[in-house]
C-alpha cells in the first residue's frame, strides 16, 4: 500500500491490527503514527488505552503483555513501538503477528532501514497487517514533491525556486518541511513563492548556489565558476565539498544519458520523461552541456568526481595544508580543463 492510500484508510478509521513503518525517509513513518494516533483513539480514551514505548528500553514480552490487554471502555486501543530499530529482541513478536489480538492496534515504528523482508516477523506482519515501506525521494523528485507539497496547502512556487530548494536542501524531507514552514509563516496562502522570496527567507542565493555552479561549469561560464567559488569561500556553510560531488554527478549524469537518447533518436517528450524535466528550458540546459562534454570528457570528470569525494572524506594522506574550499577550486578547474568535443 502506497503513503497516500494508507494514510486515507487511516483517516477513514480503518485500521490494521499490526502496522510495520519501516525504510529510509523517516518522514513518511512521522506522518502515518502521528495521523494513526490522531484518529485510533479520542481524547478521552487515551488515558487507558495508549501505550509508548521505545526499542531500546523495551523487550518483546513487554510488547505482547500490552498488546494483549483489553481495552478500557474503548473499541481498541493503540500501541505505539518507536525506534524499533534500537529493539534488540523485535523480530520475538512474530509470534504475536501471526495472530495478533483484533482489539489492539500495534504500530512498529522502524526508521533509517528496512527490516529483512525474509524474517517471520514481516512475513506475518505482511499477512495479518500492513506493511509500509518509507523510501526516500531520487533527487530529481524533490522539486515536485515541493510543489506539492505547497498546493496542498494554498500555496505555488516557481520551477526555479522549487529547484533552488531542492538544490539547497538535499533530500531529507524532514528538512524540506521544516523550511517549507517557516516560509509559510510569513506569506499568505495563495502566494507565489519565487526564487527571490526563497533567497530573503531561507537565505539560499539563488545566484550562488550549488545549481548555479553545476550550470555554470557545465556550460564553461568560468567567469562565473568564480564568482559562485569566491562566495563559497565566505560562505563555506552554503556547499559542503561532498554535496557538490554529489550534485556534480547527478547533473551530469543526466547528461550522460542525454547523450544515450540522442544516439537512440528518442523524442523530445521521451528524453523529457527519461531524465525527470517539467520544462523545456531544463533540457535546453542539458543540452547545452552535452555539446560541451564528449562521452570520454564525462568518464574522466566521473572519475574526479569519485577521487574529490573521497578526498574529502579524508582518503588520501597528501591532503596536509588543503581545506575543503581548495579541494573544490581545483575540482572545479580539473572539470572546466578536461577536453571536450561536439556531439
Given at each position: 500500500m502506497d503513503f497516500s492510500s494508507l494514510l486515507k484508510s487511516v483517516k477513514a478509521k480503518d485500521f490494521a491490527p499490526i502496522y510495520l513503518l519501516?525504510?529510509?525517509?523517516?518522514?513518511?513513518?512521522d506522518q502515518l503514527e502521528e495521523s494513526i494516533e490522531q484518529h485510533a483513539l479520542q481524547e478521552h480514551e487515551r488515558a487507558f488505552n495508549q501505550t509508548i514505548l521505545y526499542g531500546k528500553d523495551t523487550e518483546h514480552l513487554q510488547v505482547i503483555d500490552a498488546a494483549r490487554r483489553f481495552p478500557m471502555m474503548a473499541e481498541r486501543q493503540l500501541i505505539i513501538l518507536r525506534e524499533a530499530q534500537d529493539m534488540r529482541d523485535l523480530k520475538e513478536l512474530a509470534a504475536y503477528a501471526a495472530?495478533?489480538?483484533p482489539t489492539t492496534v500495534l504500530v512498529i515504528s522502524h526508521k533509517h532501514k528496512k527490516l529483512n523482508g525474509n524474517l517471520a516477523l514481516t512475513k506475518n506482519i505482511k499477512q495479518n497487517g500492513v506493511v509500509f515501506e518509507s523510501k526516500g525521494l531520487y533527487d530529481n523528485k524533490v522539486p515536485n514533491w515541493i510543489s506539492g507539497y505547497l498546493r496542498d496547502r494554498?500555496?505555488?512556487?516557481?520551477p526555479e525556486a522549487s529547484n533552488l530548494l531542492a538544490e539547497f536542501l538535499?533530500?531529507?524531507?524532514?528538512?524540506?518541511t521544516n523550511e517549507l514552514d517557516k516560509l509559510m509563516l510569513n506569506?499568505?496562502?495563495?502566494?507565489?513563492?519565487?526564487?527571490?522570496i526563497v533567497e530573503d527567507q531561507v537565505g539560499v542565493s539563488k545566484d550562488y548556489n550549488v545549481f548555479e555552479l553545476q550550470r555554470a561549469i557545465g556550460h564553461h561560464d568560468t567567469v562565473k565558476s568564480a564568482r559562485i567559488l569566491n562566495y563559497f569561500r565566505a560562505n563555506p556553510k552554503a556547499a559542503p565539498l561532498p554535496m557538490v560531488t554529489g550534485s556534480l554527478y547527478n547533473y551530469f549524469s543526466k547528461v550522460y544519458l542525454l547523450k544515450e537518447l540522442h544516439r537512440k533518436r528518442e523524442s523530445r517528450q521521451e528524453i523529457m520523461k527519461v531524465l525527470g524535466l517539467r520544462f523545456d528550458f531544463f533540457l535546453e540546459d542539458y543540452e547545452k552541456t552535452a555539446r560541451n562534454y564528449s562521452e570520454p570528457a564525462l568518464q574522466r570528470l566521473f572519475a574526479l568526481?569519485?577521487?574529490?569525494?573521497?578526498?574529502?572524506k579524508g582518503v588520501d594522506s597528501n591532503l596536509a595544508g588543503k581545506g575543503e574550499h581548495e579541494l573544490l577550486k581545483e575540482l572545479v578547474?580539473?572539470?572546466?580543463n578536461i577536453s571536450t568535443v561536439v556531439i
Open positions: 519501516h525504510g529510509e525517509e523517516p518522514y513518511f513513518i495472530k495478533p489480538a494554498k500555496y505555488r512556487i516557481q538535499g533530500t531529507s524531507l524532514g528538512k524540506i506569506l499568505s496562502p495563495g502566494t507565489e513563492i519565487t526564487t527571490q568526481l569519485r577521487e574529490y569525494d573521497l578526498k574529502s578547474w580539473k572539470i572546466m
